[in-house]
């Protein structure tokens, strides 16, 4: 029901910058809680970054993008955003954002709307 569309991806040189983007629909933005995800060849979907919907948001990230990339969410816009800073090439993968009813999560499996993805590619 909920369909969310990513954007911002792209190529980019190792210590640049990315903004991603998800557009949420469908359903009232504030009532559930977003994340990204991402997901390299060979390796399983590790958690990014998720925040809460609530008015003081909160926000858990990965220890391996903690300090470079910052998650954000404007509910009038319906839009979800990471930024990343700093980029690696270990940054590399597929970026799905994610949405869920349930209490923020790092596992997968808690969430219930997924985007189709959007490509990173950090190159040395």
């Known amino acids: 029901q909920v369909q969310l569309v990513e954007s911002g991806g792209g190529l980019v040189q190792a210590g640049g910058s990315l903004r991603l983007s998800c557009a949420a629909s469908?359903?009232?933005?504030?009532?559930?809680?977003m994340g990204w995800f991402r997901q390299a060849p060979g390796k399983e979907r590790e958690f990014v970054a998720g925040?809460?919907?609530?008015?003081?948001?909160?926000?858990l990230y990965a220890d391996s993008v903690k300090g470079r990339f910052t998650i954000s969410r404007d509910n009038a816009k319906n839009t979800v955003t990471l930024q990343m800073n700093s980029l690696k090439p270990e940054d590399t993968a597929v970026y799905y954002c994610?949405?869920?009813?349930?209490?923020?999560?790092?596992?997968?499996?808690?969430?219930?709307?997924w985007g189709q993805g959007t490509q990173v590619t950090a190159s040395s």
């Open positions: 994610t949405a869920g009813r349930n209490r923020i999560s790092r596992r997968p499996g808690e969430y219930d709307y």
């Open positions: 469908g359903r009232t933005f504030s009532s559930i809680v």
């Open positions: 925040i809460t919907g609530s008015g003081v948001a909160l926000t």
